[in-house]
């Protein structure tokens, strides 16, 4: 069974909005750090934002002031709001734990173009 699912992508224009949503199947969801990364065709997949366990967040440069990650702790589900997309930010779009790293799910495409 994925531990990880990824959903909430589709086709934006640019400057438009796209809220994603990771579900979690796994047990002790609050204990971990939770990340978003995405992966464009023949480059290696990046980070891009984090939540620690304590609510701590963290971005990349590329998408401070324009993304926001979430969690919720209950639902054992994580989001990353994103505002103000770029064509750059075309990418699949994933989820896990990085000091604890599962599978990785199917992860959700998002295209921004015009």
């Known amino acids: 069974q994925a531990q990880f699912v990824e959903s909430g992508g589709g086709l934006v224009q640019p400057g438009g909005s796209l809220e994603l949503s990771c579900a979690y199947s796994?047990?002790?969801?609050?204990?971990?750090?939770m990340a978003w990364y995405r992966q464009t065709p023949g480059n290696q997949r990046e980070w891009v934002a984090s939540?620690?366990?304590?609510?701590?967040?963290n971005y990349k440069d590329f998408v401070r002031g324009r993304f926001t990650i979430s969690k919720d702790n209950v639902k054992k589900m994580g989001y990353l709001q994103m505002n103000s997309l770029k064509a750059e930010d075309t990418a699949v779009y994933y989820c896990n734990f990085p000091n604890s790293l599962r599978t990785w799910g199917q992860g959700t495409q998002v295209t921004v173009s015009a």
């Open positions: 796994g047990s002790s969801f609050n204990m971990f750090t």
């Open positions: 939540i620690s366990r304590g609510g701590t967040t």
